[in-house]
């Protein structure tokens, strides 16, 4: 018994030590997802929506000529889970819109991978503005809408 106890052990801090988030630019898996998809834990509830249960559009010129945005939302009922942001060139932060069953979250948004044609891979770190709760979000995109 003592040893299931120890060996457990050992496998909860090896994985805790080596499943890190990608924030810090050092992590070994830098350039791989987490979880494909969207992962967001609100405080009570842990929200992790598969990749292919989602669609990614991105915009280049949203904003105007060269003003690009991304809206990523479920596929399959649009106004329960989406993202829209224009934090969409590599580590730039800033505003977005995440909606998460039906709950509107002010967040901001820091680009960690960004692509611009269909097939590429888009990564978001996401905290809201206003409690501090986080989520990663890792799509492909599926659409580019000029």
Do not use: H, W
Not at 2 to 24: P, Q, W
């Amino acid at each position: 018994m003592k040893y299931l106890i120890k060996l457990s052990m050992v496998v909860l801090l090896f994985i805790a030590f080596t499943s890190c988030d990608n924030d810090d630019g050092m992590a070994a898996n830098q350039n791989q997802c987490n979880y494909e998809g969207l992962t967001f834990f609100d405080g009570s509830t842990n929200t992790l929506l598969p990749e292919s249960q989602l669609q990614t559009e991105f915009f280049p010129n949203n904003g105007g000529p060269g003003v690009p945005a991304v809206e990523v939302y479920e596929s399959s009922n649009p106004g329960n889970i989406s993202l829209i942001t224009d934090a969409v060139t590599l580590n730039a932060t800033g505003p977005g819109t995440l909606v998460i069953n039906g709950t509107t979250y002010n967040v901001t948004v820091t680009c960690q991978r960004a692509g611009t044609t269909v097939g590429e891979e888009f990564r978001f770190d996401v905290v809201t503005v206003s409690g501090g709760f986080e989520g990663e979000l890792c799509v492909v995109i599926d659409a580019v809408n000029p």
